[in-house]
């Protein structure tokens, strides 16, 4: 039960901030947010979580969270733990990592995970 919540808490934190990571790319490049939206809803890549987060990433609103960026750290932390033990190659999730250490050292650790799109536009803004 505890390996299965872990899986996925990993692809909260996986889904979420590639999201954020293109949402935030489609801003800088001046794209209507929208007219992605509308494509992305008709693909296979799209998951109801990106509908459910993308209001609270535009408008800045990570009030009220469902699950705090702080314990999605701790998840993804036992996570990659658990995966060294297994000798798994985590390459991709370390950086959804450190994305979240980001978050929590600007001050987002009580807020709704989705946060994580703050610690991300200050990385891209680098």
Known sequence: AAALKLALNQLIA???????????????????????????????????????KLTRML?????????PTKHLLKDVNLFLEESEKLDLTTFPLTGVQRLLEKAL????????????????KKELSR
Do not use: C, H, W
């Open 14 to 52: 996986s889904l979420t901030s590639a999201f954020a990571l293109s949402l935030a790319f489609l801003s800088r490049q001046g794209v209507d947010l929208e007219k992605f939206m509308t494509i992305l809803r008709q693909s296979a890549l799209y998951a109801p979580t990106f509908d459910k």
């Open 105 to 120: 050292e600007m001050g987002l650790a009580e807020q709704d995970y989705s946060a994580l799109y703050e610690a991300l």
């Open 59 to 67: 408008e800045k609103n990570y009030a009220n969270p469902n699950f």
